[in-house]
């Protein structure tokens, strides 16, 4: 059989999560709002009004520029599409077209072995074709022959991002989904949600027999919305070129759109024509003259990029990739592991078990902020030091994390309160120790008769007395030397 | 003489003295309308124009009398209670019917917006209200402010000029241009898009300003060529315009095309005079060139010796004041104006005439459909002239992928040209250090009624010598300088370097002193010689 592979483009908006609107004083936001009470005369577009360019828009689209290692035009223009259609209002979209923010980019896509055909890790060069600022159109709603139309998402900023062809898999497709979305709430400029369409990807698909070079007719798949569904859709497209290849036939340059709750694609268009939207350079609004100086303010305190973070706590902390994956999926969850290491100064991987096992999932149960906790990294590292030094048991150290989260406590505090800490005087377990034995005549002759594993039933009966306070080892020690 | 014959400023003063009541001048304003204007242009074509129509002016579309009292009232109540009642307090104005103005109809003398109300009001009209003055109403205009004679308006009758009601008054602010010739306010607020204020001021013998781009906010007019529109005045003095233009400039949050410059004091320096000033006249304004329509080949024509002699014999009145006139000065690229605007402003106008789709607010069709397209279609087609209509193929055409390289980019070349030949006279340390340019304002005096409505590219030529300074965004401002044999008012121009109205306003103000003794000053416009 012949060998194919795929070639995958993705076309993203991503819309930013600034206070206001792109052009206007409206709220950007409008998930909670009823159809049309979140407009203005400007986003609605009324005779004689006139964008004004919302600053924050920008500088959140610089730092997508400079995450995607792009170049950044210190001149850039914004232009009009037009068009017609009744949730555009203006009958043109503010966009940007030839001179946009941005040039250029890449985003090396580390694959991991569960995501890749021969189960091995490997890194793909995304490269980007297009990154610019634009205005967001209104919904339409049919019903029946009737239109409905909501103006509330006139205006909302997004940035469109299209990758080159550079894409090979289905399963590549949705890493870069998962890996953008990541890097996008990383910088905080969008809540990249893909089922409320703050992200929004459509995908361009075709086929080749492995080992050309040249690209086929290509399909366009549109509304899926989640990344679960590009990568079904997608590769339910590729299967579909493959067999419509080998029955003979051709690939038509179509635009599929995904239908969510039958998992299939349905035709919407045949696209024998591109549109001509007639860009021309918008002459409401000046051009972007993006100064060193407000370049430098913007990236002055640019973050340590998740992958690039990854990368190192495995060079630095000897971490598994799997927990630098999970500590770098958030930043603040991976702001918080580092400077528990750092406070700590001891085993990283110590901090990242207790991390992932229990803080964790304390977070996710309780919805908690890693930043605004009051188990604070300080804290934790705190407790880890208790239980290494021994004055704590592991089991005290774990049931602390609730109690300091709950109480604000530190850690020192509350096993001073609570009278948790481990008791190592000899003396005081001597004591308990010669009293258990005293109570079990029975098990102290077995033992002495061999069964030397009832050992570990006396060092529990120690610790029971002492409500788990004993130095376990110590117990044991001298339990040892009693029952000799 | 009566109330409404006086400048703006006259005004002012009288009433700051108490020697007159802003209800007063407004009453002056409204009778004068009453005895000229006749019946206002409406969406009513079937009516035979009379004989009485046609001695009329028309310049109205909507009166707004009942606001304007309650303005003129709040004035009088400020000035009683010792409080500033603004800079032009109790001056009637007029507003061109491209301006939203809240609660009144904004119609752009078009169908498709007869009934539109916007819910806000134009930057500079709310600068004139928060300065005092008081507005009567809105004034006529080409539709959409697509045409160079008011003809072309969905509102009919379309206006006349007052010095003679059988010639237009100009277009497209040929309803400011004409009220205010006529004496029925002393200041309108006008748009410049190729020379939309100064030539019906030309033809109807007052002063129009075209400010430098960004001088004026565009917020809340209703957009022909964004890259070009300019709010300005019409104002019967250089020192009543300079004073609007004082009142409706400066930078503006909602335009963020509007310049961020402070605006100087005009008023202060316009007495100052030319002494030392370099002023050019260029041959370059004194013909036309336009294209043979069958070949293509440019053809030039020298301009009337009448208009001509006009604008010499301002330099000359200037060198006389102390002006260095400077001759022959090169501007090789005014002969490109025109094509260069028919492509960029029509590209920009079908642009923004997209939104004018029925989906909204404006006109709906009445007819059934049973797709979109087909609302679209009906509704554009009832909804828009003959204008509008060529200018959306056009525009359409020319931005179309495939002729935009051969057309739109090369129009914006050409603009890039024009400009430098301003930039390159105007270079204080270049041969010519102009502090303007003298020029005639417009090729004729004002046509007749109907002379060359139909013919667009020939109404178009007269925007030639105007259209330059949109272009390069400079300033303007035409000058009354006498009449033609046929008694029409002739205009001259002054163009000067970005945001140098002052300077122009100096040298018009010289002019009108140097020329204010002579006889054609006290000549009065037709529809006011009854009286
Ligand atoms: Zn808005």
């Known amino acids: 059989m012949t060998d194919y592979e795929a070639i995958i483009g993705l076309e993203t908006h991503i819309q930013l999560n600034t206070t206001t609107k792109v052009f206007c004083s409206c709220k950007a936001d409008s998930w909670f709002a009823p159809p049309n009470t979140n407009i203005c005369p400007v986003c609605c577009g009324l005779p004689g009004v006139l964008p004004v360019l919302n600053k924050a828009v920008v500088e959140k689209a610089v730092l997508l520029a400079h995450a995607m290692n792009a170049e950044i035009r210190p001149l850039s223009y914004f232009d009009r599409k037009n068009y017609f259609y009744p949730d555009l209002p203006k009958g043109y979209q503010i966009s940007q077209f030839d001179q946009s923010l941005a040039k250029g980019g890449y985003l090396d896509l580390p694959v991991p072995a569960s995501a890749s055909p021969d189960k091995k890790a490997y890194t793909r060069r995304v490269s980007i074709w297009k990154l610019h600022i634009e205005e967001d159109a209104g919904k339409t709603k049919t019903a029946g022959n009737r239109r409905f139309i909501d103006f509330n998402r006139c205006g909302v900023p997004l940035v469109e991002m299209v990758t080159g062809p550079d894409l090979r898999t289905a399963d590549e497709a949705a890493q870069y989904l998962i890996r953008l979305r990541q890097l996008l709430r990383w910088l905080g400029i969008s809540e990249a949600d893909m089922e409320k369409a703050h992200l929004r990807c459509d995908a361009n698909v075709s086929i080749r027999v492995r080992g050309e070079t040249k690209f086929n007719p290509k399909t366009e798949?549109?509304?899926?919305?989640?990344?679960d569904a590009v990568r079904d859709a997608i590769a339910k497209e590729i299967d579909r070129q493959i067999r419509e290849v080998e029955a003979g036939n051709r690939i038509q340059a179509w635009t599929l759109e995904w239908d969510e709750d039958s998992g299939t694609l349905k035709k919407m268009r045949s696209k024998e024509t591109e549109a001509d939207y007639r860009y021309f350079?918008?002459?409401?609004?000046?051009?972007?003259?993006?100064?060193?100086?407000?370049?430098?303010?913007?990236?002055?305190?640019?973050?340590?990029?998740?992958?690039?973070?990854?990368?190192?706590?495995?060079?630095?902390?000897?971490?598994?990739?799997?927990?630098?994956?999970?500590?770098?999926?958030?930043?603040?969850?991976?702001?918080?592991?580092?400077?528990?290491?750092?406070?700590?100064?001891?085993?990283?991987?110590?901090?990242?078990?207790?991390?992932?096992?229990?803080?964790?999932?304390?977070?996710?149960?309780?919805?908690?902020?890693?930043?605004?906790?009051?188990?604070?990294?300080?804290?934790?590292?705190?407790?880890?030091?208790?239980?290494?030094?021994?004055?704590?048991?592991?089991?005290?150290?774990?049931?602390?994390?609730?109690?300091?989260?709950?109480?604000?406590?530190?850690?020192?505090?509350?096993?001073?309160?609570?009278?948790?800490?481990?008791?190592?005087?000899?003396?005081?377990?001597?004591?308990?120790?010669?009293?258990?034995?005293?109570?079990?005549?029975?098990?102290?002759?077995?033992?002495?008769?061999?069964?030397?594993?009832?050992?570990?039933?006396?060092?529990?009966?120690?610790?029971?007395?002492?409500?788990?306070?004993?130095?376990?080892?110590?117990?044991?020690?001298?339990?040892?030397?009693l029952l000799k | 003489m009566e109330l409404c014959d006086l400048t703006a400023l006259e005004l002012t003063k009288m009433l700051r003295k108490k020697e007159v009541s802003a209800v007063e001048i407004l009453q002056s304003s409204l009778d004068r309308i009453a005895k000229v204007d006749g019946r206002p242009g409406s969406l009513d074509h079937t009516t035979e124009l009379t004989e009485e129509d046609k001695q009329k002016v028309h310049a109205f579309i909507t009166r707004t009398d009942e606001i304007a009292l309650i303005q003129a009232q709040e004035v009088d109540r400020k000035i009683s209670a010792g409080e500033d009642p603004g800079l032009l307090a109790g001056v009637p104005f007029s507003v061109k019917d491209i301006f939203c103005v809240k609660d009144t109809c904004s119609t752009a003398a078009s169908k498709i917006l007869a009934n539109?109300?916007?819910?806000?009001?134009?930057?500079?009209?709310?600068?004139?209200?928060?300065?005092?003055?008081?507005?009567?109403?809105?004034?006529?205009?080409?539709?959409?402010?697509?045409?160079?004679?008011?003809?072309?308006?969905?509102?009919?009758?379309?206006?006349?000029?007052?010095?003679?009601?059988?010639?237009?008054?100009?277009?497209?602010?040929?309803?400011?241009?004409?009220?205010?010739?006529?004496?029925?306010?002393?200041?309108?607020?006008?748009?410049d898009t190729a020379g939309s204020i100064r030539q019906p001021a030309a033809f109807c013998g007052v002063v129009g300003v075209k400010p430098t781009y960004g001088r004026v906010s565009r917020y809340g007019l209703i957009a022909f060529a964004s890259s070009l529109d300019c709010p300005g005045p019409v104002a019967r003095t250089v020192s009543d315009a300079a004073a609007m233009l004082q009142v409706i400039g400066g930078a503006d949050p909602h335009d963020a095309t509007a310049s961020p410059l402070d605006m100087p004091d005009y008023l202060s320096t316009i007495e100052d005079g030319v002494k030392g000033m370099r002023i050019g006249l260029s041959p370059d304004y004194f013909r036309i060139t336009y294209p043979d329509p069958k070949t293509g080949d440019l053809l030039s024509q020298p301009l009337p010796a009448e208009i001509e002699n006009a604008v010499r014999s301002a330099a000359e009145k200037l060198a006389a004041m102390g002006a260095e006139i400077i001759e022959d000065v090169p501007m090789p690229n005014t002969r490109f104006g025109i094509p260069a605007y028919f492509v960029i402003s029509r590209v920009e106008a079908a642009s923004n005439l997209h939104r004018y789709d029925g989906v909204k607010y404006g006109l709906r069709t009445q007819q059934s459909f049973n797709d979109l397209n087909k609302m679209y279609r009906f509704t554009r087609n009832e909804g828009f002239g003959l204008q509008p209509k060529l200018r959306i193929l056009m525009g359409m055409y020319v931005s179309a992928a495939q002729y935009s390289e051969q057309y739109y980019r090369r129009a914006l070349r050409v603009r890039t040209l024009i400009r430098r030949d301003f930039e390159a006279v105007y270079d204080p340390r270049g041969k010519y250090r102009l502090d303007a340019l003298l020029t005639p304002t417009t090729p004729t005096t004002a046509f007749e009624m109907a002379a060359v409505y139909g013919n667009s590219v020939l109404m178009q030529y007269a925007d030639q010598l105007t259209v330059p300074a949109n272009h390069a965004g400079i300033p303007g401002i035409s000058l009354p300088a006498g009449f033609d044999a046929s008694g029409l008012p002739i205009g001259i121009q002054l163009l000067g370097a970005d945001f140098t109205e002052s300077t122009l306003f100096r040298i018009g103000r010289a002019f009108e002193k140097a020329t204010e003794t002579e006889s054609w000053r006290q000549v009065k416009p037709q529809v006011l010689q009854d009286f």
């Open chain 2, 116 to 191: 539109f109300k916007a819910p806000y009001t134009a930057t500079p009209v709310e600068r004139m209200l928060q300065a005092g003055a008081v507005m009567v109403g809105k004034v006529n205009l080409d539709e959409f402010t697509y045409g160079s004679s008011n003809e072309s308006s969905a509102f009919q009758p379309s206006p006349r000029n007052p010095w003679k009601t059988d010639r237009v008054p100009g277009g497209s602010s040929g309803g400011s241009a004409a009220s205010v010739g006529a004496g029925e306010v002393p200041l309108s607020l006008g748009t």
């Open chain 1, 221 to 227: 798949i549109k509304n899926v919305n989640s990344i």
């Open chain 1, 281 to 481: 350079r918008e002459p409401d609004l000046l051009p972007i003259r993006m100064s060193e100086d407000w370049k430098n303010q913007i990236l002055s305190d640019f973050p340590e990029l998740p992958l690039a973070r990854r990368a190192r706590f495995i060079e630095q902390y000897n971490l598994p990739e799997y927990d630098a994956d999970i500590l770098t999926s958030e930043r603040k969850l991976s702001d918080y592991f580092e400077n528990t290491v750092r406070a700590y100064g001891g085993d990283p991987k110590k901090v990242s078990n207790w991390l992932m096992n229990d803080v964790l999932r304390m977070i996710n149960d309780q919805g908690l902020n890693p930043e605004e906790m009051k188990l604070t990294s300080a804290a934790l590292a705190e407790i880890l030091k208790l239980v290494d030094k021994g004055t704590i048991n592991i089991n005290t150290g774990k049931s602390l994390l609730q109690k300091v989260q709950d109480s604000g406590k530190s850690p020192d505090q509350i096993v001073a309160d609570e009278g948790l800490g481990l008791v190592s005087d000899d003396g005081a377990i001597r004591a308990v120790c010669e009293e258990v034995l005293a109570e079990s005549p029975n098990e102290v002759a077995s033992y002495k008769a061999g069964k030397v594993t009832l050992i570990g039933w006396f060092v529990g009966s120690v610790m029971k007395k002492m409500r788990g306070k004993a130095d376990a080892s110590l117990a044991r020690q001298i339990l040892e030397e």
